[in-house]
């Protein structure tokens, strides 16, 4: 099955510097690539997606970044600001028409520094 | 719309015994899906749904059952509970297979 690989576990960066999260997944079939914002005890909320038809996407000061051919993909966070502060999550799915769910990496924790 | 609504917030069992987690949305999504979140990791599929009366396995299904009587409805039992299913448990669905998926607040459940 399909193996998500996410770094770096944590990353500290200084309020209005950018942040960049780094994802590489294994099944070369999968073709949808979601990035997750969870706050401590809330819900994962989607913030931006793409498919493997585009290399990149942009809302923002978010933008996530896919080279298919190396099978990995990233966020980018522009400015950061103090509740940008969270866990990371991206994921792969898109397999078998995509019905049958995601796989996550394991998270990256977000700290921006005052 | 209240979306992806689950219950309960929080629960407590004993080890060998069983509850449901109720899962219930309103956006009329034919896809649904549980998973697991244990601390410091990803989330882990547990098993999922395509339609009403259809259900399948995911990547950690033992422990578990699924039903899906109906669109809205994916309830998710727990018939003896064990202590490696202390977890964080969310639902969420989807419109399209392999498009967005929005997820619920959660239960956190905890075997003692």
């Known amino acids: 099955g399909e193996n998500v690989e996410q770094h770096p576990s944590t990353l500290s960066v200084q309020e209005g510097d950018s942040a960049v999260i780094k994802c590489t997944y294994s099944d070369s079939a999968s073709n949808y690539f979601p990035w997750y914002k969870q706050e401590l005890g809330k819900r994962p909320q989607l913030i931006i997606d793409i498919r493997s038809n585009v290399g990149e996407k942009k809302d923002q000061r978010i933008a996530v970044t896919l080279n298919k051919t190396a099978k990995h993909f990233s966020l980018h966070i522009t400015e950061t600001q103090p509740e940008d502060s969270a866990v990371y999550f991206c994921a792969a799915g898109g397999v078998r028409g995509g019905a049958d769910g995601l796989t996550f990496g394991k998270g990256t924790h977000l700290i921006i520094q005052p | 719309n209240a979306g992806v609504t689950q219950t309960p917030k929080f629960r407590i069992l004993k080890i060998g015994q069983s509850m449901t987690l109720q899962c219930t949305q309103d956006m009329n999504h034919n896809y649904m899906y549980w998973y697991r979140q244990d601390p410091g990791m990803g989330l882990k599929l547990i098993y999922y749904?395509?339609?009403?009366?259809?259900?399948d396995k995911g990547e950690v299904p033992n422990g578990y059952n699924v039903s899906r009587s109906t669109t809205e409805d994916f309830p998710l039992r727990l018939e003896l509970a064990a202590p490696s299913q202390t977890s964080v448990y969310f639902c969420?669905?989807?419109?399209?297979?392999?498009?967005?998926?929005?997820f619920g607040p959660g239960t956190r459940l905890t075997v003692l």
């Open positions: 969420a669905s989807s419109q399209l297979a392999g498009g967005p998926q929005f």
């Open positions: 749904s395509v339609g009403a009366g259809i259900t």
